[in-house]
């Protein structure tokens, strides 16, 4: 699955490139959706594997999989991609077929680290999927691309050298670079520690937590539409999914110790970004903040659990992480479509300010009311996906404490401020700036992918349990291996 | 008996006798075309490759009473050395006039000097390897004669040389008169317990090593010649000599002075970490493209060195493995400077490659797999490099030196990030003229960037190659 | 079947409100309001049936639809819990948002949005059914905040205008308060009894109440009260009660046809009919009884005080709509659910009556809503005159009227109670009768007695479509009360739905039909209140309105606090808001663009360049130079070797 | 008697010279050229000294063989200033520094 796509670089210039990729992406979807029906989703057990050896001298090995956790991550990357391919044409760029390469070369190695089991490999992945960001964000972004870029590159690079120490030092320590190997390692508590902070600085550079997350909202801005999408959609669920695979159940100990640690970031990241982004003038940066506070909940549910020793169990701590696990899908339709609708209004007007805008829906009624939708799901409205993950979260929270419980949800008080003042002042009132009374409505290309996710974002809020069968019982025994590993 | 003896030298012979052809033809025929000179210098390297690859088959043996060894490590090097000629050949032939005939002849000569370093099997032979290889170098930089620049940076290079050389003949003399011998067998068995003398020589020939591999503190020389000379000794000079540095390190110290190992280790491993550390550092800074690769190659010499102060069959061909990736990486990057230099603009710096995507589409994007590599991102090679000495250095519990290495890799991340920034964030305000690559420039370099990617994908061959060197070299001594 | 009427109830309006809005725009607004008022009307026949069926059979549906989530051992459903209760606020919701949705159609005949308004309506009127059907509290939740989206896309249905945007968002915000609380309340609910079905969560009760929840060092209190005190807390948004209550009156911006059906009949009153369903909850904690006892006290005195100094014929009615909701609240505080219930049902009546024939008058005088320019409309505006007139008396509480019963009922209970607060709460509601009236016939007589302004003199009576909902409605608001007294306050109708104890022990007294009710009323202070309450308007607005004008009124610091509805606004505009917007920036420029990006990450970068920049100088070009780094090199190697060798020895 | 110890000390003292000079003079490269020499030599004096004290030739004829070298390096060293010259004219070492940094 993964070869096929990395092999299609194209270098042909003519507008048959973009239905190729268009076509391909979509063949890549529907191949997924094919494993879907195949796949099996009573037990935990790993799926469709693919292992052949690759380096030998290293026990390193092919090794390709997927169970509950990763697959509904690699659905969402592969139902993303062809969206941002579609969309890539509205915006005239420069060298399309490369940037439409870019997007497949990056779904092929976004998939990889989905379905890696081979931590080396997966380092592989995670790394070599810097290249086409890079190229996308700077090459096709905005005005001040080259920082945004390299900011983006080296926090991100910086993250990840540590986690390659953490697995080299694993693979001396078991002699496989296997993933699984690795869960039944006996480690010391200092060991534990060291390589839990060395996989999460990874990690929390990649989701990102606060206080390293400020390379996000520079790469929103400066990003093109499709770029801004696929990272916010699937980039940043890496770290979300690198922490329920690598540091839980590698490192059950010191992930139990530092929960506390994780927990503050947590809430500092859903409360105080979320105060940040109500002062945002720039609608990317608006909803790249919001993207923040919203992972935040993605830790949260990851650690919250081991905040209270006397309730922790396999139930409540799969109620936890299925929250976050949800909040990553959810996430990953909403934002992209926020920044879909962004994009929108960016091809249109040049602008991404909040004050150059101002009654858009008077002349774009029906992305007006696609984009209050979406506003509205981001807002975590029940019915729309965007609640599932946070009452999870919020309900396993308070199983732990009250105060926890209250902070997270006060997103439900700040996200909707922000998002909503947003509207306020983009889509609804006067209009105030002359160009935006004679802009179009939607067309088609545009059309149609946003409506496509809005129909996934409410058939998420309203049934999920499609989506949590999937992961179900992968769930459970991450959480039976956790409790198990952390002796609790 | 003598044919036997000059059959195990074959490689050797066959350089000696095409720079003497070379030279004839050169000198007698003024009309001999320089592609006529050029094929015929590739002829012989070619056949000499031919040869390593005959020897191969010979059993080891010593020849010369001693001072000279002919074993699959030092045949393996030369194949190494000989591969790595031709593809710098390959990348730096020019059509131009007025590059001159004799880099090239000069080269031959420094590839004989690598190819006796790699054989040397007694104090003198390695001398004289070393200064073959040194003199030509200096020629090699001072090719250039009408350049101010390559005239001043080939003055530094040869009084830099002179010293060096000096002092690790000195480190030489003082072993000779501890040990009386010059024999690298004999100091072997003589060497066991580290006398005080003996670590003050090891120090002053390490000296002379480190200057060979242009590692802190002796890399001076490095920016200065890469950048003063033309691209085309950059190339030689990056890539060749350092084999024989390397071939030189394992003869003297890994197999000679073994028994010393945890001294000298701790030399290396000093120079090799301060070589990442200043390397890196002050490659941020240059706007010159060349004069930032030296720098480049400074830190990545670091990495080759600190892996080799893990004196253990996987440290050390860790340590080969990250020069092998690095000679590609270099060779395949100055290639392909040099393919958009011209004549009268030799200084390529960063702002001249803005708008290369758009000039040059392909060179741009090879140069991208380059920097890319070169950062450490995989699948380039110059990951899995990075990748084996960290994990030798974690599996020496040397742990905070592995992540001093992994910091300055991202910062060094910025300085090749920069190229690609400039070559594809930028337009250009005055477009380099495409002139078009020559067809075996083109060709090798993107046989070289293929490398990069290809090698990257399935590192497997190089990783078990290196890995048999080392192994059948220390398992035999 | 009761299962599948319920289903086709709750799913028509969806229907109705999504065609209205993907084909309205393409097939015309015929269409669109049949489709709607189709919807809705399917589903007002199937709820009458229901409530019917339930009645007479007295039977209880509760089944699950689906699983919407399944977790671990915890599941989570969406299903139907159809009883008296909920078949009875099905009847009053589809009811009231039939006669809107009738309405509608003159009323916004000429507004470009019509397709999209009737699509929110029937929308609205979806997510209201499926929060009162909701057999779990997530449903609940669900249809909660889906008419709290409603709402506010409704009242910034006219969204050009900056007074509209600004009230949404306000309400969209304040509601947001309420609901982080309930969310928590049932969060502390699930987190102890595992599930969120109703009947799991009420069998689990005493359970609650027993478990101690822990909050600050030593401030434990159970977790059924914190439980109850929080889902409270979503009530108050939700119902406006104090101090959340500043949106209501400001989402007045959004079209009439809006503050009937949302803004007084059918979602303010979610707050009430939650406590109703709660009952179960409550009763076992009368800490949190009381507090709902206080602040609905609070709310019902002190808002209707502010509809005093109205000039805004909406907003009036909004204050009262506010002091109304007190009202219900505090009865469900002395645990007369069913009291307050009926209330509910009277007033959404009454309500929306007053409230659409508001919108006649506007209408009328081409939304014109500022009282102060009305006047003399009695004999332009016949109907709409003698509808407002039986809505205001409803209202007041006049003998006979519907809102006579539940207001009587509901003062009755609270003056018998005795738990903590109930003392105040008595005064308060007394008080508040007073109020009531004297604001109600202010706006009375403001708009239709007096002089007439010579602006309206052209002023005709409003459509069919306008006027016939209003018909409709006058005669529930009259009438409704006669037959259904009896069994919902006094007999036993809400018995399988809500727990509260039966009917003497909240009166006191044992009434069995409207009747006897009456004749007992009028033994009480209530009504004679409620009578000098207008005979003052009358003197005040239509004898001597010259009292009123002096300058020395205006200026009172009480007229100026009423003035700034007691700097609610102010401290939640001016104070909170700001400030957190503030803060925000504050962090933002402080924490994220000074600390975290120029001190730490530009700030380490550009070290490091400035590092590099000191090292580099080593290269300095000079042979000498080089030649002494290259010999310091050999002379640390050649120290460290003796040192190291010293060490050896 | 002269000591091996002696020509040691004397080796080492020319080396430093060497060294020194090569590090003190600022004006003329020659004279840095000739004090590589000097390096050269007391290396040979080392060689001698030993070979001398342990009765082994091989050293002496290392000895040529850096004589040979030393020749040819010095050949090399002359070129390269001459070209310098030619391009510079000047053969200081105090302006020998526009490559830098």
């Known amino acids: 699955m993964v070869g096929l796509i990395m092999l299609f670089i194209n270098e042909k210039h003519s507008s048959i490139v973009y239905w190729v990729s268009v076509i391909s992406s979509l063949l890549i979807f529907g191949l997924s959706l094919y494993a879907l029906s195949l796949f099996d989703d009573s037990g935990s057990a790993i799926q469709f594997e693919l292992n052949t050896s690759w380096i030998e001298r290293f026990n390193i090995n092919y090794h390709l999989g997927v169970d509950g956790i990763s697959f509904p991550l690699i659905l969402l990357t592969t139902f993303i991609t062809p969206i941002v391919l579609f969309t890539a044409r509205t915006s005239n760029k420069t060298n399309l077929h490369q940037y439409l390469a870019s997007f497949l070369i990056l779904e092929g190695l976004m998939i990889g680290v989905f379905s890696a089991l081979d931590a080396f490999l997966f380092y592989v992945f995670w790394e070599a999927m810097l290249i086409p960001m890079f190229i996308i964000i700077g090459v096709w972004g905005g005005k001040n691309r080259v920082y945004a870029t390299i900011k983006f590159f080296l926090y991100t690079f910086l993250g990840s050298v540590f986690m390659l120490i953490a697995i080299i030092y694993l693979y001396i320590s078991t002699g496989s670079y296997s993933i699984f190997d690795f869960y039944n390692l006996d480690l010391s508590r200092i060991e534990q520690v060291l390589i839990f902070l060395a996989f999460l600085f990874a990690f929390a550079v990649k989701i990102p937590m606060w206080p390293v997350h400020t390379w996000l909202p520079d790469a929103h801005v400066e990003a093109p539409t499709g770029g801004s999408v696929i990272l916010a959609a699937i980039l940043l669920k890496m770290g979300g999914y690198g922490l329920l695979r690598f540091s839980l159940p590698i490192t059950p100990d010191a992930s139990n110790e530092l929960s506390q640690i994780m927990v503050v970031l947590s809430l500092i990241a859903i409360i105080y970004i979320g105060m940040v982004a109500l002062s945002q003038t720039d609608m990317k940066k608006l909803i790249a903040y919001s993207s923040v506070a919203h992972m935040g909940f993605v830790t949260l549910g990851t650690f919250v659990v081991f905040l209270n020793h006397e309730n922790i169990s396999s139930d409540n701590m799969t109620l936890a992480i299925s929250g976050s696990m949800i909040q990553m899908v959810s996430h990953g339709l909403i934002s992209g479509a926020l920044f879909l609708c962004i994009g929108v209004m960016y091809d249109r007007i040049h602008s991404r300010e909040i004050d150059d805008y101002g009654g858009v829906a008077l002349s774009m009624p029906k992305f007006a009311g696609l984009m209050v939708f979406f506003a509205l799901a981001n807002a975590a409205l029940p019915g729309t996906s965007g609640f599932v993950g946070e009452v999870l979260v919020i309900f396993a929270s308070l199983k732990v404490n009250f105060w926890i419980a209250f902070l997270s949800g006060s997103t439900l008080i700040i996200g909707a401020a922000y998002t909503l003042w947003m509207i306020k002042r983009v889509i609804f009132g006067q209009i105030t700036n002359e160009k935006i009374s004679d802009i179009d409505d939607l067309n088609v290309t545009e059309f149609i992918p946003l409506m496509i996710l809005a129909v996934m974002v409410i058939a998420m809020g309203i049934y999920p349990e499609p989506l949590m069968k999937l992961m179900h019982d992968s769930l459970i025994g991450l959480s039976e291996t956790v409790i198990k590993g952390a002796g609790l | 008996m003598t044919f036997n003896i000059i059959g195990f030298i074959l490689p050797e012979i066959t350089i000696a006798f095409g720079i003497c052809t070379v030279i004839l033809v050169n000198s007698l025929s003024k009309k001999a075309s320089i592609g006529l000179i050029h094929s015929l210098i590739l002829f012989f390297l070619v056949l000499a490759l031919f040869f390593s690859f005959v020897s191969l088959e010979i059993p080891d043996r010593i020849i010369f009473n001693g001072h000279y060894m002919i074993d699959s490590f030092g045949t393996n090097l030369k194949i190494i050395a000989l591969i790595a000629a031709i593809l710098v050949h390959l990348t730096s032939v020019k059509s131009k006039q007025n590059i001159k005939n004799e880099i090239f002849l000069v080269q031959l000569f420094a590839t004989l000097g690598v190819l006796i370093l790699c054989s040397a099997h007694n104090l003198l032979t390695v001398y004289l390897g070393l200064e073959t290889l040194t003199l030509s170098m200096y020629g090699i930089v001072a090719s250039n004669r009408s350049s101010v620049d390559a005239t001043e940076s080939a003055m530094k290079f040869f009084i830099l040389g002179a010293i060096a050389s000096a002092i690790f003949l000195y480190g030489i003399s003082i072993l000779y008169g501890v040990t009386g011998t010059l024999s690298l067998d004999s100091l072997k068995e003589l060497v066991i317990i580290s006398s005080l003398e003996i670590r003050i020589a090891v120090a002053f020939i390490a000296c002379g090593i480190i200057f060979k591999f242009g590692a802190f503190p002796f890399h001076s020389w490095v920016p200065d010649s890469y950048q003063g000379s033309n691209t085309t000794a950059a190339i030689y000079i990056s890539s060749v000599p350092k084999l024989g540095a390397f071939a030189l390190i394992s003869r003297l110290f890994l197999d000679a002075l073994n028994a010393m190992s945890e001294f000298w280790s701790v030399l290396i491993l000093s120079a090799g970490l301060f070589s990442i550390i200043i390397g890196n550092l002050i490659a941020l800074m240059q706007i010159n493209l060349r004069r930032m690769l030296a720098y480049s190659a400074i830190g990545h010499i670091g990495f080759v060195l600190l892996s080799f102060s893990i004196v253990s069959d996987t440290g050390v061909s860790a340590s080969l493995t990250y020069l092998l990736m690095y000679l590609i990486m270099t060779i395949a990057a100055f290639g392909l400077i040099e393919s958009i230099a011209s004549e009268d603009h030799q200084h390529i710096e960063l702002s001249d490659l803005k708008g290369l995507s758009k000039s040059h589409p392909s060179v741009a994007f090879m140069l991208l797999f380059c920097m890319f590599s070169m950062v450490g991102i995989p699948p380039f090679i110059g990951f899995y490099a990075k990748w084996m000495v960290l994990s030798e250095l974690i599996y020496n519990d040397w742990i905070w030196l592995a992540i001093i290495g992994v910091i300055m890799s991202v910062i060094a991340a910025y300085f090749y990030l920069r190229v690609v920034w400039f070559m594809y964030f930028e337009n250009a305000d005055q477009p380099i003229e495409n002139k078009g690559l020559k067809n075996t420039q083109s060709i090798t370099t993107l046989l070289l960037s293929l490398m990069l990617f290809l090698i990257g994908l399935y590192p497997n061959p190089i990783i078990d190659y290196t890995r048999i060197i080392i192994s059948s070299f220390l398992l035999i001594d | ?649 | 008697m002269v000591t091996l110890q002696s020509y040691l000390t004397l080796s080492a003292l020319v080396f430093s010279i060497g060294i020194t000079g090569i590090i003190i003079n600022r004006k003329n490269i020659i004279i840095v050229m000739m004090c590589t020499e000097l390096l050269l030599i007391s290396v040979n004096f080392n060689f001698i000294a030993f070979s001398h004290q342990l009765q082994d030739l091989s050293g002496q004829v290392f000895v040529f063989f850096i004589l040979t070298v030393a020749a040819a390096e010095a050949a090399i060293g002359l070129a390269i200033l001459v070209a310098l010259y030619r391009n510079k004219k000047s053969i200081s070492v105090s302006e020998l520094n526009t490559l830098r940094n």
Not at chain 3, 133 to 149: D, R, S
Not at chain 3, 260 to 275: K, P, Q, R, S
Not at chain 3, 338 to 347: A, E, G, K
């Open chain 3, 1 to 649: 079947m009761i299962f599948e009427y319920s289903l086709i109830a709750l799913l028509s309006p969806l229907v109705g409100s999504i065609l209205a809005a993907f084909l309205g725009k393409s097939l015309g607004k015929t269409f669109v309001n049949t489709s709607t008022i189709l919807g809705v009307m399917i589903s007002f026949v199937l709820s009458c049936i229901l409530a019917l069926e339930i009645y007479q059979t007295s039977t209880v549906l509760n089944q699950n639809i689906y699983t919407w989530l399944n977790i671990g051992s915890f599941s989570f459903h969406i299903g139907f819990l159809i009883d008296n209760l909920t078949a009875s606020m099905m009847v009053v919701v589809t009811f009231v948002s039939l006669m809107v949705h009738i309405y509608t159609i003159g009323y916004m005949h000429d507004d470009p949005g019509y397709h999209r308004f009737f699509a929110y309506i029937s929308l609205f009127t979806f997510s209201m059914l499926s929060l009162v059907m909701a057999n779990n509290f997530l449903q609940l939740f669900f249809g909660w905040e889906a008419v709290g989206v409603m709402s506010y896309l409704l009242i910034g249905f006219w969204y050009t205008k900056e007074s509209a945007i600004k009230a949404n968002l306000k309400a969209f915000l304040v509601n947001r308060v309420g609901d982080l609380s309930m969310i928590l309340g049932i969060g502390i609910i699930f987190s102890i009894t595992g599930s969120l079905d109703y009947q799991t969560t009420f069998f689990e009760s005493q359970n609650l109440a027993q478990t101690e929840l822990f909050f600050i060092n030593e401030w434990n209190i159970s977790a059924l009260t914190a439980s109850c005190m929080l889902l409270f807390g979503g009530a108050m948004g939700k119902s406006a009660q104090m101090p959340l209550h500043v949106w209501l009156p400001d989402s007045m911006e959004g079209p009439t046809p809006i503050s009937a059906l949302i803004h007084a009949a059918t979602m303010v009153t979610a707050g009430v009919f939650l406590l109703a369903r709660m009952s179960p909850l409550f009763e076992l904690s009368s800490t949190a009884l009381s507090f709902v006892l206080i602040i609905g006290a609070t709310t019902a005195l002190f808002t209707g005080i502010l509809g005093l100094i109205q000039n805004d014929i909406k907003r009036v009615i909004a204050y009262s709509t506010l002091s109304q909701l007190g009202y219900m609240v505090a009865a469900a505080g002395v645990s007369a659910y069913s009291v307050s219930l009926f209330h509910l049902m009277t007033h959404a009546f009454f309500k929306a009556l007053l409230f659409l024939a508001a919108g006649s008058v506007i209408v009328a005088l081409h939304h014109e809503q500022d009282i102060r320019k009305m006047g003399g409309l009695k004999s332009k505006l016949p109907i709409t005159y003698v509808t407002s007139l039986i809505g205001s008396l409803a209202l007041i509480g006049f003998p006979g009227f519907s809102g006579f019963f539940s207001k009587d009922a509901l003062i009755e209970a609270i003056g018998h109670a005795d738990i903590f607060g109930s003392g105040f709460a008595y005064a308060s509601v007394i008080v508040g009768v007073f109020i009531t009236a004297l604001y109600s016939f202010r706006l009375f007589f403001k708009v239709f007695h007096g002089s007439i302004n010579e602006h309206h003199s052209d002023v005709k009576e409003s459509p069919v479509s306008i006027t016939l909902p209003l018909i409709l409605l006058a005669i529930p608001s009259v009438m409704v009360a006669w037959p259904t007294v009896g069994p919902m306050v006094f007999g036993s109708y809400f018995a399988t739905s809500i727990a509260q104890p039966d009917a003497y022990q909240i009166f006191g007294y044992e009434y069995s039909t409207a009747y006897g009710f009456l004749v007992h009323a009028f033994s009480g202070p209530v009504i004679y209140i409620a009578m000098m309450g207008v005979l003052t308007a009358y003197v005040l607005y239509i004898q001597k309105p010259n009292i009123l004008k002096g300058k020395s009124f205006e200026s009172t610091f009480i007229y100026r606090l009423l003035e700034n509805k007691y700097y609610f606004d102010d401290l939640y505009e001016e104070v909170i808001a700001k400030q957190a917007r503030n803060i925000g920036q504050r962090f933002w420029s402080l924490g994220d663009v000074k600390i975290i990006d120029n001190w730490i990450v530009n700030g380490t970068a550009y070290r490091i360049g400035n590092i590099a920049n000191r090292i580099k100088v080593i290269q300095t070009g000079y042979i000498y130079h080089y030649v002494l780094m290259m010999i310091l090199g050999l002379a640390i190697f050649l120290g460290w070797t003796i040192i190291s060798a010293g060490y050896a020895s």
